[in-house]
C-alpha cells in the first residue's frame, strides 16, 4: 500500500521489505557469538605525582549473546533467523554452532562466578538444552494425575500397560 500523498516522511522508502539471506550472515553470526568470554576492567588507581603508580584490575564477564540481539545487528527480526535455518542447510548448521557456543559461554561465566547462580540456572534451561531431569512425569488427567518414575526406561507397550493399571482401566 502506497504512502498517503504529500508524506514527506515516505519519499524515498521502498517500504520494510525483508532482508534477503546471504551466506555472509553465516561468519556474522559466528564471530558474533564467538566474543571473549570475559574482559578486564581497571577497579582501583594509584596516583603519585600524577602518574598511575599502581592499577588493580579484575575480570568481568561479557554479557551472553542472543539470537534476538543478533538479529537486530544485522536488521531482522528474532523469528527471520529461524526461518532461514529452516530453509538453509548451512545456516542451519551456523545456528546450532552457535546455540553450543552461548551454552559455552553461560557455563563458562557462571562456574567462573560471573553472573548469579540462580539467574544462570534460569536462563541456563530457557535457551539451552539443559534442564532439571528427576525422571518423574505426571500422566492422564488433572483430576487423577499418574506419577511414572523413569519414564524414559519405559517402551511404548510396558507404559500403556502401567498407565492401564494405574488408571484401572
Not at 40 to 60: A, L, Q, W
Request: positive net charge; glycine residues 8%; proline residues 4%.
Amino acid at each position: 500500500m502506497p504512502a498517503p500523498k504529500g508524506n514527506k516522511y515516505a519519499l524515498g522508502n521502498k517500504g520494510g521489505g525483508k532482508k534477503k539471506y546471504s551466506p555472509e550472515i553465516i561468519d556474522k553470526m559466528i564471530e558474533f557469538f564467538s566474543r571473549p568470554l570475559f574482559r578486564e576492567e581497571v577497579v582501583e588507581r594509584e596516583i603519585k605525582e600524577g602518574k598511575v603508580y599502581r592499577e588493580v584490575r579484575k575480570k568481568v564477564g561479557n554479557n551472553i549473546p542472543f539470537f534476538a540481539e543478533f538479529a537486530r545487528e544485522i536488521g531482522v527480526y528474532p523469528d527471520t533467523l529461524n526461518k532461514w535455518a529452516k530453509t538453509h542447510k548451512e545456516f542451519k548448521l551456523a545456528y546450532k554452532m552457535c546455540q553450543q557456543l552461548q551454552k559455552e559461554f553461560l557455563i563458562h561465566n557462571a562456574i567462573q562466578g560471573f553472573y548469579n547462580a540462580t539467574f544462570a540456572i534460569f536462563t541456563a534451561k530457557n535457551i539451552t538444552d539443559m534442564k532439571d531431569d528427576n525422571g518423574l512425569r505426571l500422566m492422564g488427567d488433572k483430576r487423577n494425575p499418574v506419577v511414572v518414575k523413569n519414564i524414559d526406561k519405559l517402551n511404548e507397550k510396558k507404559l500403556d500397560e502401567f498407565l492401564q493399571k494405574k488408571l484401572g482401566k
